[in-house]
């Protein structure tokens, strides 16, 4: 997240990247004594470790603990310096670091954090006094797995601590990685269907253009029948180009900066209830708007897509029969600012009022659409900070609720 000119917040969306490559190391299992624990996981992992210590006296006696406790077979490691270390770990890869904080050339929190830059995906301990449980919990706090304190000399808790902390870095790498692997399927999706989308409406598009143009040519000279059908080539060509454009969008959903400012509803909703009046020579659906002096904060060409979605989806539903009306009114609670579309429709089944804010989901199955025009509004809304939801009892009506955080618009904000 970062500030714009003039009070605004951008808000940046970007994937981040797997730390290190997808590779997994075998699992650590053990059960009962650190004597068993220690045989397993000489079977398994790990089988090199690394102890950073500059007292070769303490280093000794953590080897001794480590032999002692069953990590016999082990390859022990060794380095007194933060330079020694990071020569060690650019020429091998240990499976475990037992790190002391106090070296001749690094100390304290900075020696976590430089080991940690050259350690990738190896779990670091670090090796504590009694005095320093304090600096020790800073240490895991930014991403140490794990401590122990140097006076354990029975090499329990030291046993116990290696085998949880390689078991948790190997399956918080494994979950980064495919986490990572996720992020790149849906990008290939998403990919995938705007090329799809994009292709298929340049021939839908011919397709309309030359329906149109075969009518005006036929002109009144034309049979009837002929007509009606070239009118519904037509119009289902320009219904298609529709859900292909509202696929698109949600394909690409999340590729654009979200710059937040504040936004008069009224204004906004008046630009929308024009626009959407303009698009059919009959008024389908009559308007009732009470919002006040409602302002919030939001991305105003989010907004405005929110907007066209559900006054779009309420005549799509609830439109085009005699009597058909939304209301759009406006409450204020704390901080935020409820925004209520409410038509007089038929309604939605409760049931199924959770799903018709989900994508391809739709609550009416004969009518066109992709169902992802609600599915839309509520993406949107989360971006901004907000939420959405449907209300309705299945017999009079629904009402979409828009939940925004509140805002006051100053001179020289954006209306």
């Given at each position: 997240?970062?500030?714009?000119?003039?009070?605004?917040?951008?808000?940046?969306?970007?994937?981040?990247?797997?730390?290190?490559?997808?590779?997994?190391?075998?699992?650590?299992?053990?059960?009962?004594?650190?004597?068993?624990?220690?045989?397993?996981?000489?079977?398994?992992?790990?089988?090199?470790?690394?102890?950073?210590?500059?007292?070769?006296?303490?280093?000794?006696?953590?080897?001794?603990?480590?032999?002692?406790?069953?990590?016999?077979?082990?390859?022990?490691?060794?380095?007194?310096?933060?330079?020694?270390?990071?020569?060690?770990?650019?020429?091998?890869?240990?499976?475990?670091?037992?790190?002391?904080?106090?070296?001749?050339?690094?100390?304290?929190?900075?020696?976590?954090?430089?080991?940690?830059?050259?350690?990738?995906?190896?779990?670091?301990?670090?090796?504590?006094?009694?005095?320093?449980?304090?600096?020790?919990?800073?240490?895991?706090?930014?991403?140490?797995?794990?401590?122990?304190?140097?006076?354990?000399?029975?090499?329990?808790?030291?046993?116990?601590?290696?085998?949880?902390?390689?078991?948790?870095?190997?399956?918080?790498?494994?979950?980064?990685?495919?986490?990572?692997?996720?992020?790149?399927?849906?990008?290939?999706?998403?990919?995938?269907?705007?090329?799809?989308?994009?292709?298929?409406?340049?021939?839908?598009?011919?397709?309309?253009?030359?329906?149109?143009?075969?009518?005006?040519?036929?002109?009144?000279?034309?049979?009837?029948?002929?007509?009606?059908?070239?009118?519904?080539?037509?119009?289902?060509?320009?219904?298609?180009?529709?859900?292909l454009d509202e696929l698109m969008l949600y394909a690409r959903f999340g590729e654009q900066e979200v710059v937040l400012e504040p936004v008069r509803v009224t204004e906004l909703l008046g630009e929308v209830l024009d626009s959407l009046s303009c698009q059919s020579p009959e008024p389908r659906?009559?308007?009732?708007?009470?919002?006040?002096?409602?302002?919030?904060?939001?991305?105003?060409?989010?907004?405005?897509?929110?907007?066209?979605?559900?006054?779009?989806?309420?005549?799509?539903y609830a439109g085009g029969v005699p009597g058909a009306r939304l209301t759009i009114v406006s409450t204020k609670s704390d901080q935020w600012t409820e925004l209520r579309f409410v038509d007089n429709g038929c309604g939605i089944d409760p049931k199924c009022l959770d799903k018709v804010m989900?994508?391809?989901?739709?609550?009416?199955?004969?009518?066109?659409?992709?169902?992802?025009?609600?599915?839309?509004?509520?993406?949107?809304?989360?971006?901004?900070?907000?939420?959405?939801?449907?209300?309705?009892?299945?017999?009079?009506?629904?009402?979409?609720?828009?939940?925004?955080?509140?805002?006051?618009?100053?001179?020289?904000?954006?209306?």
């Amino acid at each position: 997240m970062k500030h714009a000119p003039g009070g605004t917040t951008v808000i940046a969306h970007r994937a981040e990247p797997c730390a290190a490559p997808c590779e997994v190391r075998p699992t650590v299992r053990g059960s009962g004594s650190p004597q068993s624990w220690g045989t397993e996981v000489a079977e398994g992992v790990p089988t090199k470790i690394l102890i950073i210590e500059d007292n070769r006296a303490d280093a000794r006696l953590m080897e001794e603990i480590l032999r002692r406790v069953g990590f016999g077979t082990a390859e022990i490691l060794k380095a007194e310096t933060l330079a020694q270390a990071i020569e060690v770990l650019g020429r091998v890869s240990p499976d475990v670091i037992l790190l002391d904080l106090t070296l001749p050339d690094s100390s304290g929190l900075e020696t976590v954090e430089d080991v940690l830059v050259y350690a990738g995906t190896t779990p670091v301990i670090v090796q504590t006094g009694l005095a320093d449980e304090a600096l020790a919990l800073q240490a895991v706090r930014i991403g140490a797995q794990d401590f122990v304190c140097k006076a354990d000399t029975d090499g329990g808790a030291l046993a116990r601590t290696i085998h949880y902390a390689v078991e948790r870095k190997r399956s918080q790498h494994e979950i980064a990685c495919k986490n990572q692997q996720l992020r790149e399927t849906n990008a290939n999706l998403r990919q995938l269907t705007f090329a799809m989308t994009h292709d298929l409406q340049t021939p839908l598009a011919t397709l309309s253009g030359a329906t149109g143009s075969l009518a005006t040519a036929l002109g009144d000279t034309s049979n009837k029948g002929v007509a009606r059908w070239l009118m519904r080539i037509e119009d289902a060509s320009r219904r298609m180009v529709d859900m292909l454009d509202e696929l698109m969008l949600y394909a690409r959903f999340g590729e654009q900066e979200v710059v937040l400012e504040p936004v008069r509803v009224t204004e906004l909703l008046g630009e929308v209830l024009d626009s959407l009046s303009c698009q059919s020579p009959e008024p389908r659906m009559a308007f009732e708007v009470d919002v006040g002096d409602a302002c919030v904060l939001a991305d105003r060409a989010g907004l405005r897509r929110a907007f066209e979605n559900v006054v779009g989806n309420a005549i799509k539903y609830a439109g085009g029969v005699p009597g058909a009306r939304l209301t759009i009114v406006s409450t204020k609670s704390d901080q935020w600012t409820e925004l209520r579309f409410v038509d007089n429709g038929c309604g939605i089944d409760p049931k199924c009022l959770d799903k018709v804010m989900l994508p391809f989901k739709r609550a009416c199955a004969n009518k066109p659409g992709t169902g992802l025009g609600l599915a839309i509004v509520r993406r949107y809304l989360e971006q901004m900070g907000g939420c959405a939801h449907a209300e309705s009892d299945g017999k009079t009506g629904t009402t979409i609720v828009l939940r925004l955080p509140g805002a006051t618009l100053g001179a020289g904000s954006a209306a």
